[in-house]
């Protein structure tokens, strides 16, 4: 066969073939849509998403139209050059349900097959062709089609006014009956929604200028002004959009969902703390003291607190053995639905406690002599130390500072259902900061807030993340967001001894704040109870999605997130973007929004920290960390505009103090 394995990944011959031969056949068959004068006029987009195979997809199309009408490449105005949007492979993604039980369901396809042959699609055809000013033997059942699906596109997946979707109006959908009649031929169930919006409200976030354009005349059909929208008349769920948030009226869809067995309920259960209800208490606290004993660690504690907090979501405590298998393999929860949950959140027992504990139905857990937890059934199960590393790092280097303490822990796992028997506390004079995401939903709730935006750090703040905030609050307005809310949410478990510790860094974001860089009225700063484990694309999946647990529907990646040199040859342990790029793919995050890191630097023109542009490379100065490290122990002042000054000063006070230790 012309086909290899070596071939996996790229577009052959063949398929560039291929793809210039379809790019003359739809320009010969539809010569009003696919011109040689809509190209050079500016009215053709190529889009695509990031896969070196759809990439080459475009450009072979591209070179088929070029050769027919014998331009040059350079004759392709920019506009028109391949954009890569990657949500293109999340929609197609969202569409495997449709493809198990639509197309591959006989009675459905018949259903669909007669639809595209009867009376209502030849009126939907007229109707286009109309509004188009082309002629109607142009449009063929198959371009309505895909008419619809690129207005359901940009309508649910890239959320703007589709003009699209101007093609089609209520009357069309008149076969919403037709629509629910398949679905139930097909044993699917049937929802209609209907989101009631009124004009004003329609206009005011209307952040494209279409409803505008419409008033002027400038586009005709445009439901609302010149074509009327018919309400249904029995949806099965209404949503006011002007009276209600956006995570109101997803929580609403969701309920729906969930009510009619759509949805597993453990996608989307509430917030699960694993804390003792009060009325509980003092039984608990009998009971523990009865119990055999196991003395954990501070990072034990800090895993308990995570779980307590509910962070991970859905689990009921330390993770038992297929538990940890599903997460070990697939980065996911399989049972009740897929989850994303990629790093094991276990608890090593040593053999000596393994063999003491192995016949209790419940264990005491303790900390430095203080009953904390309760653990239920316990699951004690091989700690295979190589291949869980293997697994989770990519790597097995017992420098690694994180794998050094895995591999000196027991070599049992003891998992179960975990009872907190209080709340864990630090006294360390941060404990305000370390809000559950009960509480973070409560306080988003309480400042309005239509979209809460993270960022996860675990290094002080310079005004490069400060862009990054300040550029992606900018975006949410313009998108149309009233209220978008920052947080600021700082790592505060475990993190390696030559990381700056977490009381100096939270005094470092009080002075970022202090001085106006961030604004303190739309930002919360919070402390998030993880331990850091350095495990990079594996691990953001991890910070991203306990964000999502406690309300965030926006999260920003940087570079290289939860990264650091290999700790042989210095060199990046992982590939810098690749964390972003699995967030855009990685199961169970759909309900937030990653937002891609921009790289920054210091502008010497601007004397500020700006969006690097490598046209004027030689304006800008990359200051790294081991720099700014350097700068901050001699006393050296970095760049006017590389940071706030009150913040810097708490960082030189801080390496100052390191070195009257030493």
């Given amino acids: 066969m012309w086909y290899h394995d070596g071939m996996d990944g790229q577009l052959v011959e063949k398929g560039q073939f291929d793809h210039r031969n379809l790019a003359v056949r739809l320009a010969t068959v539809f010569p009003t849509l696919l011109s040689k004068d809509n190209l050079l006029s500016d ?35 920019p506009s028109s050059l391949p954009q890569h949007d990657d949500d293109l492979m999340r929609f197609f993604d969202h569409c495997k349900k449709f493809v198990e039980d639509v197309e591959k369901n006989k009675s459905a396809l018949i259903e669909v097959d007669l639809f595209m042959s009867k009376s209502e699609m030849k009126r939907v055809q007229e109707k286009v062709a109309d509004r188009l ?59 209609e929604v209907f989101v009631d919006a009124p004009l004003d409200v329609c206009e005011s976030r209307d952040v494209k200028g279409l409803y505008k354009k419409a008033r002027a005349g400038e586009i005709k059909g445009f439901t609302g002004i010149d074509s009327d929208y018919e309400k249904p008349e029995s949806p099965e769920l209404v949503l006011k959009t002007g009276e209600t948030t956006l995570n109101q009226c997803i ?3 969701v309920k729906l969902l969930k009510d009619q067995n759509i949805v597993p309920s453990g996608v989307t259960e509430e917030v699960n703390e694993l804390f003792v209800p009060e009325n509980m208490m003092n039984l608990a606290l009998a009971e523990a003291n009865t119990l055999p004993a196991l003395e954990i660690t501070e990072l034990d504690l800090q895993w308990v607190q995570v779980l307590a907090e509910g962070w991970a979501t859905p689990l009921q405590g330390f993770m038992r053995e297929r538990e940890f298998l599903q997460v070990l393999h697939f980065n996911t929860l399989l049972d009740g639905g897929t989850i994303n949950l990629s790093v094991p ?45 293997a697994r989770q790092w990519g790597t097995t280097c017992s420098q ?14 003891v998992g179960g259902e975990l009872e907190v028997l209080e709340r864990i506390k630090w006294n360390d004079g941060l404990d305000h900061y370390r809000l559950t995401p009960r509480e973070l939903k409560q306080k988003f709730k309480e400042m309005k807030a239509d979209a809460v935006f993270a960022f996860q750090l675990r290094n002080p703040v310079h005004n490069g993340h400060a862009l990054l905030m300040q550029d992606t609050r900018r975006r949410l307005l313009e998108r149309g967001y009233k209220h978008p809310v920052l947080l600021l949410h700082p790592l505060g478990g475990w993190t390696k001894d030559d990381d700056v510790p977490l009381s100096w860094r939270m005094k470092q974001h009080a002075a970022v704040l202090d001085e106006g860089v961030l604004d ?49 040859t210095k060199k990046d342990l992982y590939e810098p973007t690749h964390g972003g790029k699995v967030l855009t793919m990685a199961p169970g995050l759909t309900s937030l929004e990653i937002i891609p890191f921009r790289v920054a630097a210091y502008n010497k023109s601007k004397k500020a920290m700006d969006f690097y542009d490598k046209e004027r490379h030689s304006d800008f100065d990359f200051i790294s960390g081991t720099r700014m490290r350097k700068m901050a ?6 760049p006017d505009g590389f940071m706030a000054p009150k913040a810097w000063k708490i960082l030189t006070e801080y390496y100052s103090s390191l070195e009257k230790d030493q």
């Fill in 43 to 77: 009215r053709l987009r190529f889009i695509t998403s990031s896969k070196h195979r759809c990439v080459d997809s475009i450009g072979a199309f591209q070179e088929g139209l070029t050769a027919l009408w014998q331009l040059n490449g350079t004759d392709i105005p």
């Fill in 633 to 638: 122990r001699t006393g050296e002042n970095p």
């Fill in 400 to 413: 690694h500072p994180f794998i050094k303490m895995v591999m000196e822990s027991g070599d049992w796992l």
């Fill in 520 to 568: 303190p009225a739309s930002t919360i700063v919070a402390i998030f109870p993880s331990p850091m484990m350095y495990a990079g694309p594996t691990e953001v999946q991890w910070h991203c999605r306990a964000r999502m647990i406690a309300g965030a529907n926006f999260y920003i990646v940087g570079r290289d997130p939860a990264g650091m040199p290999h700790p042989e």
């Fill in 345 to 389: 959140i276990v608890l090593p027992v040593s053999t000596e406690n393994k063999d003491s504990l192995g016949g209790s139905d419940a264990i005491a857990l303790v900390f430095k002599g203080r009953r904390v937890a309760i653990l239920r059934n316990p699951d004690f199960y091989e700690h295979r130390k190589e291949e869980r590393c």
């Fill in 251 to 253: 929580q609403q869809v």
């Fill in 133 to 191: 000013q082309i002629l109607e033997s142009d449009i063929s059942p198959d371009l309505i089609e895909a008419a619809f699906h690129l207005c359901s596109y940009e309508f649910a997946i890239k959320k703007v006014n589709s003009p699209w979707c101007n093609l089609f109006d209520l009357e069309d959908a008149k076969d919403r009956n037709d629509a629910r009649k398949i679905h139930e031929n097909a044993g699917l169930p049937f929802f």
